[in-house]
């Protein structure tokens, strides 16, 4: 018994990992999740499919039951694919996936996906570091677990570029917390359903950002590397006429 923990990347199908497909062409069992593009999953050949996604806010499972899936499943069959969204190590909680699975002797094969974080941004044209511009990047949640004790974000982030995951719920409110640290005027991009046809692209500055209507999934960047996504956007307007 073996658990693949694979990233499916950050929407657009063809952004899953070949070794990722090789995994679920042998999987007796896929746990995946919402944000998966349920397009991967026909790379299966009649593997049991089990959907465990959440939705913000409102969990479909609760973690705990979704680690217990994961040992069931494992001492049952000789492959289960664990598929996430993005990279499995990214605000994804697979970490505690593969710790619970490896307290219980099962064992776990780690499989990276391109995570939103970067692959979203890049998709779009938007370099996370550009020499001369932007020589630091900070991944952080914009929804920190509301029942930790101690909350670890602070915003004060000195890096150049700032991206924010889960960040549209609480934008507002962060955003007034950045602004204590960095300059109103600051360029912000929103990029939604990013790498799917439906994506969407929103600018601004700190200030102005939350004047628009911003719906999920979204990420959030934050820095001078937003102005080289519009040098970008108009030099490839030029182009293709
Ligand atoms: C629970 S986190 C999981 C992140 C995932 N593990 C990764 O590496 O991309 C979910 C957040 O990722 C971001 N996200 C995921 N897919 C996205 C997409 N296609 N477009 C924009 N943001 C996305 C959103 O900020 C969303 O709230």
């Known amino acids: 018994m073996v ?122 044209g938007l370099p996370v570091t550009h020499r001369g511009v932007a020589t630091s990047l900070t991944v952080v949640t914009g929804h920190e677990d509301p029942t930790k004790p101690n909350k670890q974000v602070k915003w004060n982030f000195n890096s150049d570029t700032l991206v924010i995951l889960m960040g549209v719920g609480l934008l507002k409110k962060n955003i007034k917390e950045i602004m204590k640290h960095k300059d109103p005027k600051t360029p912000v991009c929103v990029i939604e359903n990013g790498t799917m046809s439906d994506q969407k692209i929103i600018t601004g500055t700190l200030e102005d950002i939350t004047n628009n209507d911003i719906n999920t999934p979204a990420i959030v960047i934050v820095g001078q590397v937003v102005d080289v996504l519009k040098e970008s956007l108009l030099k490839k307007a030029e182009i293709n006429g």
């Not at 959440?54 to 680690?67: A, L, T, W």
């Open 3 to 124: 658990v693949y923990l694979v990233g499916a990347g950050p929407g657009d199908p063809d952004l899953i990992t070949v070794k990722g497909i090789k995994a679920l062409k042998k999987a007796d069992v896929v746990v995946y999740d919402r944000l998966a593009n349920d397009e991967i999953l026909d790379y299966t050949k009649n593997a049991e499919l089990i959907y465990v996604g959440k939705k913000s806010g409102e969990h479909y499972k609760k973690q705990d039951e979704i680690n217990q899936i994961l040992v069931d499943q494992a001492k049952t069959h000789d492959v289960v694919v664990r598929l996430k969204g993005g990279d499995p190590f990214v605000f994804g909680r697979g970490g505690e996936e593969m710790l619970t699975l490896l307290e219980n002797g099962i064992d776990v094969e780690f499989i990276p996906g391109v995570t939103s974080a970067i692959g979203v941004p890049t998709s779009a």
